[in-house]
């Protein structure tokens, strides 16, 4: 069985100055190309739409749906195979679970890939050769509805699919740029909120895959200290309740079979631009009773 994981992206600028956190996506590539996954699905915080939408290209591209940075960035690419027959399967089990907002999967053959989905890869399987789908993000569904989509799409790790969320775990990005411009990407002083509400968040993630209740963490937004200052929109952080739907599996259970043992890694835990926290997670196994967070890698 593949893990299930949750990446903080970061900027655009990771992809040229990699720091701390590119390093561990790097250490992070080389065991999951060990993995051997036949194709990943990405959920991206920048494929939003008020419905979800699965792409369906034969041969993906990199979108650079940005704009301001360096030259260089624009000359990346990541022209990975599609997979038509996956997106059909990703459609057939999210319309069969019946989530709410979530009865229909409408299909794309244009949209390329947006920088949450080919920045990760480029880290991952920088050889392009693993084929890449995009299930876009409903924004509009709250974090209970995307957890019941993350649990549609658990058998796809049975299947040699790895699943994927792409955001970031605090997304301010007028906290980035400040009052006198941008902050620097590595080194700047993290701001106090900024470990309070992660903190909670561990610590509700802990409560939620120790008993496989998620009431407390899908109503973060309410209960976590300084949540909506972390998101004040939270489609960056909406990737990881898909991410945690798929680690604790379907609700009628997988078939029996011989599965890693249950466990989740925190692989990368940087803070970028003194606000953007990079918390990334690598899932294992499936239900609940999982072992504690551990810490990422110095």
Same mark, same amino acid.
């Given at each position: ?43 991206? #915080? ?5 419905? @979800? ?43 069969? %679970? ?14 390329? @890939? ?30 209970? #509805? ?5 649990? %549609? ?54 409560? %939620? ?34 991410? @945690?739907?798929? %680690? ?44 504690? @967070?551990?810490? #990422?890698?110095?």
């Amino acid at each position: 069985m593949l893990p299930a994981i949750y990446i903080s992206h970061g900027s655009p600028m990771l992809a040229l100055e990699p720091g701390r956190s590119g390093a561990a996506f790097d250490a992070l590539g080389e065991v999951l190309r060990q993995r051997k996954p036949r194709a990943v699905l990405i959920v991206s #915080a920048h494929w939003i739409y008020s419905t @979800l939408v699965v792409g369906t290209r034969q041969r993906q591209e990199a979108w650079h749906d940005f704009g301001g940075f360096p030259r260089a960035l624009y000359e990346l690419r990541y022209d990975a195979p599609g997979s038509p027959a996956l997106a059909d399967r990703v459609k057939a089990l999210v319309e069969a %679970a019946h989530v709410p907002g979530a009865a229909v999967v409408l299909q794309d053959d244009e949209r390329p @890939l947006d920088h949450g989905a080919w920045m990760p890869m480029r880290h991952f399987f920088p050889d392009a050769d693993i084929p890449v789908v995009q299930l876009a993000l409903n924004p509009y569904l709250p974090p209970a #509805a995307q957890i019941g989509i993350g649990r %549609a799409l658990a058998p796809l790790r049975d299947e040699g699919v790895l699943v994927l969320g792409s955001g970031s775990f605090t997304h301010n990005l007028q906290e980035v740029f400040g009052t006198g411009g941008r902050r620097e990407q590595h080194g700047s002083p993290v701001e106090p909120y900024v470990e309070s509400f992660r903190g909670w968040m561990i610590e509700a993630l802990d409560e %939620a895959l120790a008993s496989g209740d998620t009431t407390r963490i899908a109503d973060y937004r309410a209960q976590a200290p300084y949540a909506r200052r972390a998101h004040p929109t939270d489609e960056h952080l909406l990737p990881f309740f898909v991410a @945690l739907g798929a %680690a604790l599996g379907p609700h009628d259970g997988l078939p029996a079979q011989k599965t890693l043992p249950a466990g989740v890694a925190r692989v990368a835990d940087d803070v970028t631009y003194g606000v953007l926290a990079m918390d990334t997670f690598m899932f294992e196994g499936v239900g609940a009773e999982q072992s504690a @967070l551990t810490s #990422a890698a110095a």
